[in-house]
């Protein structure tokens, strides 16, 4: 089980928080886009091996919205940063800890 | 140590309180505990502790839990046991033990109280960190314990910090990311029938840790040779432990088969306690060491580069001789003994470690895969990390080359009867991976998740090309790799993972202010999420039917009244309130005036309708939203998401007011009378108190607010008042109500009543895949605002035709109520091209209708819209019904009744 | 005056060495949501003329003329429930109209139940995820989260003394829940 940090509230269990796929998708205006790249918002969204920028709720605590970045391979945690902030840059590759290192 | 008497096959042994079971059918010399699974061939044990590949037992007494290792139950008062061949069975009854778990955050979490782990807490201790200590032997000291020896004092003063906590008979069964593991902590069949009744018998414990250090010990190895499965022949480690710490007496004459140093010190505990050790076989060319030199000064013979090759039986087919094999000359002699001490060096427990990733490294010095790990988080130590303690300098190897015949009962995995004959035939079928070929030959794959046979299955790997097996010449174990475990590294009873999660509180059950009242009326509760509602409220002798029947009439044609708290509300406040509005839902709210109430639908941004309900203006900044019983979570989420995440500019709060108000529906051409008599502050009459208004009153002091909403189309009223009145009021009208006949009524009438006006109940009319315009709804669909969602219905695939929507059936047989979720097909459809009956719709609500006196239903028709009139069939298993299409709305059409 | 019906009532485990468990029932409540750091905050507290924790977690006691006890808790940056002031709705209604801000009577959203005992940690520990070890969650925090599935707010509110907000709902489950986790305590 993951433990996610939510910036209000601490380290708490994956299963207060929902999650809510890539961060920085912002709602276009419907009315400027063609059917195609309105289907795209709804329905196409990045699923990287590595490093995701997500969004995620606390619904069980708080309630609020914040972003993160997640190794969807290491399950590591990047940084969180609050919406409408500024995105922080994506963290480097993960150190593989072992013996001599 | 007490003396108790246990019972074990239905004969009664006696044993010591607290000693392994295996330790007390040994000393009562029953050797052969069991026959194998698949080749039926005698077994005893052969381990200590959960390694144990033979001596499997179901418990007779308390919850006759299967498939326990003889190793590790503790002999207790009361026990009753019995032997297994390999295949637990599961107890007709429930098991009703206790069963709880325990969320527990610490500093250091050290796994493995033998000397490393304990060396390991004493040094957190001193940093000024909590410790919880867990390891799953009855108590301290690791192997110290196999020797019968104490602790030394330093070490008994870390078992006495205040910061430490040990847990002992605690497993940890997995370990998971971010220094998260699970234990199982067994805290009862030790104490046998002394236990107390609420005491858990296991306890999982969810350990969230700063840091862990890994000391999980070590399994002594088996060796691969010829009929090395017989009762008699055992790791050395535990042989020596039975003989000398438990008083097993039953061996006169061994033999010990070493590769390692272990071997001789485990020869010379036997020796000290009187077996006649007969020769210790070494498959080196040489050892030294002080545990040689004892043994050697003890006069027990050794020869090396000598290995044990096969073995004979006696009439009960356990061991009576041995053939040793000396491996340079290959000569071969044979020498009686009845047990033969194996030790072929140690298998750190790397299990634990591999769970979250981490590659074990071959280390051939320690002829050994080892976890050397340091990091903040994560630590391993002692042999684990190739602390081996002593001068075991073992040698790799893992028994003599065999012939095809001797490999048929060279056992590898015991438990799973799979040999090195197994092997051979899964590598001559071009099997290389060991992930494979445990799927292959079954290796690895009992309880015992290859404690002992997974190592043997990499040595085996790498000694097939000396062999002539067609293997590759000089493979190392590094090349071939270790296994990879996965959790729980012991198995754990399902019943401990459910805990206290069992019947009624396995899941929530959610009640209303009026549960116990509707208990009391003999209500048929049904489940709506995790809320239980009045299903319906028969009277003695009634069926469902009749009860449903009666509450449809006297809300059609008296009064009813029904209990609907489970809505979802949601206060919604701020300047911006009315323009949020607007754009969650399809209709306009800033056009609504205060003081009343409109129904509306919302669309998530695929155009796709999520969920329904009234919302009242209670002011011009204020509003009430209900939604759906099961929608309430999940439509604020909605709101919040997109006030937090698009439109923070919005000034708009929204408050869960879900179970701070309950709600009363009264219902019937005889509400406004029935509630006059309560409410007695406003003017309920139609021109005063028109349909889709709300009002603020008074009973009997208590604030209620009441608004003309019908879910039926019937004239109705909702008194909505604090949750702490509901039963009041509701007790109150009732009185009031007995002139009336005032009728309760439940959830199957409120269905029956709102299909004949219908309204649709998201989740069951639709199927998360309909517009506004599938369900007919386009009235409600603004055109001159923007909304979430009203992008999508320009999308060619939500304008196509074909689409199914929502219509009105009714059967041609009035009396033929269709099952709802029944398929229905055009009318005489024949199979198409490939033999089907394509459909065309389904039934999503079906009921009886007094007021129609006849059966109806809702129905998703491709294109229903357009195909009133139209005939078509309905299959149900063999009978064909036939149905008409009709419009949705069975009665009052114009909207006449609810005034 | 009619008497409100609390969702346990008639529960009752007596007092026990352990943990006692009781419900304080028909705790006033208000829910308040208003923006940290603004004017309306400010004019917030003044009117209620108490100061309101800033940091979510935290629990600060207050004192209110004519009530017993009452206590402000942050939930969120911009949201907070005061338990026990009768009066909260009727202050703040005049300012409504300069600031925004929402205030909600909510005291039948929840009942509370509150845990008491040496042992009261431990009994919390089987259905609480979340680590309530004194450096983590020491007396005067406060926290949301899910207890036995029910949403719940737990209140660390004195030493030895917890008090669980919990669902009206959900109130009979949740306290079948802590009577059954306590049966071993006591």
New interface residues.
């Given amino acids: 089980m993951l433990n996610i940090p939510c910036p209000h509230c601490g380290l708490r269990n994956e299963t207060e928080f929902h999650y809510g796929a890539e961060a920085g998708v912002a709602y276009p205006d419907p009315n400027t886009l063609t059917d195609s790249e309105w289907a795209k918002y709804l329905h196409i969204r990045a699923n990287p091996k590595g490093w995701l920028a997500e969004r995620w709720v606390h619904f069980a605590g708080c309630g609020r919205w914040f972003n993160l970045w997640r190794n969807t391979i290491t399950h590591e945690i990047g940084p969180v940063y609050l919406p409408f902030t500024t995105q922080p840059k994506m963290p480097g590759n993960t150190v593989q800890e072992g013996p001599g290192k | 140590m007490s003396e108790i008497i246990f019972s074990f096959d239905d004969k009664m042994y006696k044993g010591q309180h607290g000693e392994p079971l295996a330790a007390a059918l040994l000393r009562n010399g029953l050797l052969s505990i069991t026959n194998s699974t698949y080749h039926g061939r005698p077994r005893g044990v052969v381990g200590l502790g959960v390694e144990e590949p033979n001596a499997l037992v179901q418990l007779v007494s308390g919850t006759q839990e299967s498939m326990l290792p003889a190793t590790v139950i503790e002999v207790a008062e009361g026990l009753s046991a019995r032997s297994l061949t390999g295949i637990g069975a599961l107890p007709d009854a429930p098991d009703e033990a ?1 069963y ?6 610490v500093d250091t979490l050290v796994i493995g109280a033998g000397l490393a782990g304990l060396k390991a807490a004493g040094e957190e201790l001193r940093a000024g960190r909590e410790v919880l200590l867990i390891d799953d032997q009855p108590g301290p000291g690791g192997h110290l314990r196999h020797l019968g020896a104490g602790l030394p004092s330093a070490l008994q003063d870390v078992l006495a910090h205040q910061n430490l906590t040990y847990l002992s008979r605690c497993t940890a069964t997995g370990l ?3 220094n ?1 593991v699970i234990a199982i902590e067994r805290r009862s069949d030790h104490l046998g029938s002394a236990a107390p009744a ?3 018998r296991i306890r999982v414990w ?1 350990i ?1 840790a700063g840091q862990i250090v890994l000391t999980p010990g070590a399994f002594q190895r088996p060796l691969i040779f010829a009929n090395n499965d017989r009762p008699g022949i055992m790791l050395s480690h535990a042989a020596a432990t039975y003989v000398t710490v438990n008083g097993v007496r039953i061996f006169r004459t061994a033999v010990v088969t070493t590769v390692d140093n272990q071997g001789y010190r485990d020869a010379l505990r036997l020796h000290n306690a009187g077996v006649q050790v007969q020769a210790i076989y070494d498959a080196r060319p040489g050892a030294k060491g002080s545990s040689v030199d004892a043994a050697s000064a003890a006069g027990i013979p050794i020869r090396f580069r000598a290995a044990v090759l096969d073995t004979a039986s006696n009439a009960e087919g356990a061991l009576h001789s041995v053939t040793i094999q000396d491996l340079d000359t290959k000569d071969a002699f044979e020498i009686t003994a009845d047990l033969l001490a194996v030790s072929g060096g140690w298998t750190p427990i790397v299990d634990l470690a591999t769970h979250i990733g ?2 074990p ?1 071959w280390s051939e010095e320690h002829a050994a895969f080892l976890v ?4 903040d988080k994560l630590r391993t130590a002692g042999m684990l990390a190739g602390d081996f303690g002593g001068d075991d300098d073992p040698s790799v190897f893992f028994g003599p080359a065999l012939d095809a015949e001797q490999a048929r009962y060279a056992y590898i995995d015991l438990q799973r009867d799979a040999t090195l004959h197994d092997l051979r035939r899964g590598v001559g079928a071009g099997l290389s991976s060991i992930e494979h070929i445990k799927r292959y030959t079954t290796i690895g794959t009992a309880h015992d998740q290859g404690k002992t046979s997974g190592m043997l299955t990499i040595g085996a790997l790498c000694q097939l090309g000396d062999a002539g097996q067609g293997g590759k010449p000089g493979l190392s174990p590094a090349d071939v790799g270790t296994l990879s475990f996965r959790p729980p590294y012991v198995p754990i009873p399902f019943v401990a993972l459910a805990g ?2 069992r019947g ?2 396995s ?7 009026l549960h116990q009242w509707h208990v009391e009326a003999g209500a048929v509760f049904e489940d709506v999420g995790q ?1 239980k509602r009045p299903w319906y409220f028969a009277k003695p002798g009634e069926s469902m039917e009749d009860a449903v029947r009666r509450e449809c009439i006297a809300a059609r044609e008296g009064v009813a009244v029904m209990d609907a708290s ?1 809505l979802g509300k949601i ?1 919604i ?3 911006d309130a009315a323009v949020f509005l607007d754009r969650i839902y399809t209709n306009m709210f800033s056009t609504l005036p205060e003081g009343q109430c409109r129904y509306g639908l919302m669309c998530k ?2 155009g796709i309708v999520f969920d329904d309900g009234v919302t009242t203006r209670l002011g011009k900044n204020h509003f009430l939203m209900t939604t759906t019983t099961g929608g309430a ?1 999940r439509v604020l ?1 909605w709101l ?2 997109w006030l ?3 439109w ?1 500019d919005l ?1 708009v ?1 929204c ?8 709600t009363i529906a009264l219902v019937g051409p005889k509400s406004r009378q029935l509630l006059s008599e309560l409410v007695t502050d406003i003017d309920l009459s139609k021109d005063a108190f028109p349909f889709m208004h709300s009002r603020m009153a008074t009973i ?3 604030p209620v607010r009441i608004a003309r909403i019908s879910f039926s189309g019937e004239l109705a009223f909702e008194v909505n008042a ?7 009021i509701w007790e109150r009208l009732w009185a009031l109500g007995r002139s009336y006949d005032l009728t309760a009524y439940g959830t199957e009438t409120m269905h029956v009543l709102r299909a004949e006006k219908g309204y649709i109940i998201i989740g069951q009319d639709t199927d998360g895949t309909q517009t506004p315009h599938d369900l007919n709804m386009s009235w409600i669909v603004s055109k001159k605002k ?1 909304f979430i969602g ?3 219905f ?3 695939y939500l304008k196509a035709t074909g689409r199914p929507q929502l219509v009105g059936l009714l059967p041609e047989d009035g009396d033929e109520v269709i099952p709802e979720g029944a398929y229905i097909t055009a009318l005489n459809a024949r199979p198409d091209e490939h033999g089907k009956i394509p459909h065309t719709g389904f039934v999503t609500s079906s009921y009886y209708s007094p007021a129609l006196g006849r059966a109806f239903a809702l129905a998703l028709v491709a294109d229903g819209l357009s195909r009133m009139g139209e005939m078509v069939d309905v299959p149900i298993g063999k009978k064909l019904l036939s149905a008409t299409i009709c419009d949705a709305v069975f009665i009052d059409k114009e909207n006449i009744r609810r005034d | 005056m009619i008497a409100k019906e609390s969702p346990l009532k008639g529960m009752d485990t007596g007092t026990a060495a352990a943990v006692t468990i009781r419900e304080l029932p028909g705790l006033h409540t208000i829910d308040l949501r208003v923006a940290p750091g603004t004017e309306a905050q400010a004019a917030v507290a003044e009117a209620l003329g108490i100061e309101l924790p800033g940091k979510p977690g935290r629990i600060r006691a207050v004192q209110v003329l004519g009530e017993s006890e009452a206590h402000a808790l942050c939930l969120a940056p911009d949201w907070w429930l005061i338990v026990g002031y009768q009066e909260a709705v009727e202050k703040l209604a005049p300012l409504k109209n300069g600031h925004h801000f929402s205030v909600v009577d909510v005291s039948g959203q929840r009942t509370t139940i509150e845990l008491e005992g040496p042992n009261a940690r431990e009994v919390l520990a089987h259905l609480w995820e979340q680590d309530l070890r004194e450096k983590s969650f020491p007396a005067g925090s406060v926290s949301q989260g899910l207890m036995a599935k029910a949403p719940v707010i737990v209140c660390h509110i004195a030493p030895s003394r917890y008090r669980v907000m919990v669902r009206s709902s959900f109130a009979l489950h949740l306290w079948k829940a802590l009577v059954d986790a306590a049966e071993e305590w006591n």
């Fill in positions: 206790r709880d778990k325990t969320n527990c955050y998971y990311d971010q998260y609420n005491r858990a969810h969230r981490i590659k490294k050397n790990h340091f990091t206290r999660e009624e509180l899941d929530p059950i959610r009640i209303t202010p809320w489970t206060d406040q701020g300047p941004a695929d979570a989420a919040e998401e937090q995440t698009e923070p000034k709060y408050t869960s007011v879900t179970e701070h108000i309950s009997d002091g208590i604090e949750w702490g009145y509901a039963r009041y923007e009203k992008r999508s320009q999308l060619p």
